[in-house]
């Protein structure tokens, strides 16, 4: 019964796209051509299993990844570096069953080496107190508020600061050891594209 947080893979969009659309109102639905740029464009993208089956995903940009997120860009807005979790969905029938905190513990562990605030936002609109308590004690705070535009969704603006990086930072300066636990970026399809070309 362990969760396996993994690399996603390109034939899995489609139960992805499925998983993101049935999450209701706290997640904006997204279609399979956004789907498929997020998939080409982001810096961390996973998913997660238990007892073999996908019951979630996360995708996240660095700062200077040049995400097209309105949350994203009021965060660039206010913040020079950082992380973003541009979204998190897990299986309803799995929600309280520990794959938000595994995802948390993975994303968290992936940027706490490389950049100094986690951030993400979670909207106001509806009944989301749960998924504002749980961030809260994940230890993010707001920082503002953003009116997502054609949406007129209020989103509450969330950071946690990542106590390891400027440690990291000053002992290893830009460049980390290698080290398979660190994990490494996913190299967006775009990139992979320019490179061949």
Same mark, same amino acid.
């Given at each position: 019964?362990?969760?396996?947080?993994?690399?996603?893979?390109?034939?899995?969009?489609?139960?992805?796209?499925?998983?993101?659309? =049935?999450?209701?109102?706290?997640? +904006?639905?997204?279609?399979?051509?956004? %789907?498929? &740029?997020?998939? #080409?464009?982001?810096?961390? *993208?996973?998913?997660?299993?238990?007892?073999?089956?996908?019951?979630?995903?996360?995708?996240?940009?660095?700062?200077?990844?040049?995400?097209?997120?309105?949350?994203?860009?009021?965060?660039?807005?206010?913040?020079?570096?950082?992380?973003?979790?541009?979204?998190?969905?897990?299986?309803?029938?799995?929600?309280?069953?520990?794959?938000?905190?595994?995802?948390?513990?993975?994303?968290?562990?992936? =940027?706490?080496?490389?950049?100094? +605030?986690?951030?993400?936002?979670?909207? %106001?609109? &509806?009944?989301? #107190?749960?998924?504002?308590? *749980?961030?809260?004690?994940?230890?993010?705070?707001?920082?503002?508020?953003?009116?997502?535009?054609?949406?007129?969704?209020?989103?509450?603006?969330?950071?946690?600061?990542?106590?390891?990086?400027?440690?990291?930072?000053?002992?290893?300066?830009?460049?980390?050891?290698?080290?398979?636990?660190?994990?490494?970026?996913?190299?967006?399809?775009?990139?992979?594209?320019?490179?061949?070309?």
């Amino acid at each position: 019964m362990s969760i396996v947080v993994r690399d996603v893979h390109a034939h899995e969009l489609d139960s992805i796209l499925e998983l993101n659309n =049935a999450a209701g109102p706290s997640i +904006l639905p997204l279609d399979a051509a956004r %789907l498929r &740029h997020l998939h #080409d464009t982001a810096e961390y *993208f996973r998913v997660a299993e238990r007892d073999g089956a996908m019951v979630g995903f996360l995708i996240g940009f660095g700062a200077g990844s040049g995400h097209d997120s309105s949350n994203f860009r009021w965060f660039e807005s206010h913040h020079p570096d950082f992380f973003y979790i541009d979204r998190i969905v897990v299986a309803s029938r799995r929600r309280g069953g520990g794959v938000g905190r595994a995802f948390y513990a993975d994303v968290q562990s992936y =940027a706490e080496v490389r950049f100094p +605030l986690l951030t993400c936002e979670v909207f %106001l609109e &509806h009944d989301n #107190d749960p998924v504002r308590l *749980f961030h809260g004690s994940f230890g993010f705070r707001e920082v503002g508020q953003h009116v997502m535009p054609g949406t007129d969704i209020r989103a509450s603006m969330l950071v946690k600061d990542l106590c390891s990086y400027a440690w990291v930072r000053e002992t290893y300066g830009g460049t980390l050891p290698d080290e398979p636990w660190l994990g490494r970026p996913r190299v967006p399809a775009r990139n992979t594209e320019e490179t061949q070309a």
